[in-house]
């Protein structure tokens, strides 16, 4: 089962093609990555993916969910990790991760067990109450990771 089908979507930028007719599906557990020269594309279409930004033609579908007709459900589906850290240094490992998820609408009992779990995940579980302002760079990345992942 494709997890992510991406249907002839092109988008535009003014007279700039930033993508053109892509079409391909990404299927459940496989690993996927984007490969590229600077200006390619990578960022508009993961942004797309994510709908963060619109598709000017053509359609992708998240769990066979269109993120046109469907922006909030698919974005519940999918966590980003930006190429610079954003994680807040005054805030815990634990802290961090929950106000990622709360923005999901996660609460409570689940709000913390999907934030430890995200911890776990990322090998930061030791780490939770923990200020990442000291971190090493590997170690924000992960922390990153982990508020990225946990919805």
Same mark, same amino acid.
């Given at each position: 089962? /494709?997890?992510?089908?991406? *249907?002839?979507?092109?988008?535009k930028y003014g007279n700039i093609v930033a993508v053109n007719d892509l079409s391909l599906s &990404? *299927? @459940? =557990? @496989?690993? #996927? +990555?984007?490969?590229?020269?600077? +200006?390619? %594309?990578? /960022?508009?279409?993961i942004n797309m993916i994510t709908s963060l930004i619109t598709i000017d033609e053509g359609n &992708?579908?998240?769990?066979?969910?269109?993120?046109? !007709?469907? $922006?909030?459900?698919?974005? /519940?589906?999918?966590?980003i990790v930006p190429q610079d850290i954003a994680i807040y240094e005054d805030l815990t490992c634990? *802290?961090?991760?929950?106000? #990622?998820?709360?923005?999901? +609408?996660?609460? %409570?009992? @689940?709000?913390? !067990?999907?934030?430890? *779990? $995200?911890?776990? #995940?990322?090998?930061?579980?030791?780490?939770?109450?923990?200020?990442?302002? =000291?971190? /090493? +760079? %590997?170690?924000?990345?992960?922390?990153?990771?982990?508020?990225?992942?946990?919805?």
């Amino acid at each position: 089962m /494709s997890i992510v089908r991406i *249907e002839n979507v092109t988008k535009k930028y003014g007279n700039i093609v930033a993508v053109n007719d892509l079409s391909l599906s &990404i *299927e @459940e =557990g @496989e690993i #996927f +990555g984007l490969l590229g020269p600077n +200006g390619a %594309g990578k /960022s508009t279409l993961i942004n797309m993916i994510t709908s963060l930004i619109t598709i000017d033609e053509g359609n &992708i579908y998240i769990k066979d969910a269109n993120t046109k !007709s469907n $922006a909030n459900l698919t974005k /519940s589906f999918t966590g980003i990790v930006p190429q610079d850290i954003a994680i807040y240094e005054d805030l815990t490992c634990l *802290e961090n991760v929950k106000f #990622f998820a709360g923005l999901y +609408g996660l609460r %409570g009992k @689940e709000l913390k !067990s999907k934030a430890m *779990e $995200a911890l776990e #995940f990322t090998g930061l579980a030791d780490k939770a109450k923990d200020f990442p302002k =000291g971190f /090493s +760079g %590997g170690m924000k990345r992960r922390l990153n990771i982990a508020c990225a992942i946990a919805h």
